[in-house]
């Protein structure tokens, strides 16, 4: 019954079942669901009023499914690039005091936005809601590094590094190591192949004056004899 009140919108429905005769919130149906989970995917008129009815009366495992549910939602409407969406879950998670850079599968939004190419989405998440450009996967990777292993996320992973001055001048150093790097392997090939060049001369003087010397004796004998 209480699912059929849900589905339907009734919400003073859904109230005396819930008060009156005890219905259980986090009862869940053959697919899994529970009556929150089912409110969460409709968007009938009231179904906002409804779903703040049953999270406030959710046991606390059942919030945090709720609560996870929405991440996972954000995560994926923004590697959609569906800007209306994301406002509309990070409102609601933030309404439930739950960071916008929680993972849900080792992943957030901002990473998921930025794998995708998303541009605006990535935006939209840093510029309006100082999304953590910190964060990190298991793997240490943050949503710079994920856009940067992809050649088609270019423009994402530049706009990113834009948003990060010091790790733009940690990889600006980087680069001036390396090719201060450069600079001296050249010099010291040069050097190396100057020595050799001297060492071929100096061996092939020696071997030259070998060769006099084994002429001059060869002589020496002749016109002794």
Known sequence: ???LATVNIKIDLVKMLV???GAKVDIQNSKGDSALDMVRKDKKPGHKQL???LYAKAP???KERHKAALVNNLRGWAGYGKIDEVHELVASLKALGTSIDTMYNDENALMRAAEN????CVRVL???YNANLEAKNKRGMRALEIA????RCKEVAAYLLTKMPKERERREQEKKKQEAERLRNIEQKKAWAEQKK???????RKAQEEEKAREAAAAGCCSVS
């Open 1 to 3: 019954m209480l699912m």
């Open 19 to 21: 008060e009156e005769y």
């Open 51 to 53: 779903v703040d009815y």
């Open 60 to 62: 606390e495992a059942e």
């Open 117 to 120: 190419n998303e541009l605006e």
């Open 126 to 128: 840093v510029e309006t």
């Open 148 to 151: 940067s292993k992809w050649r």
């Open 198 to 204: 001297i060492e071929d001369e100096e061996q092939k």
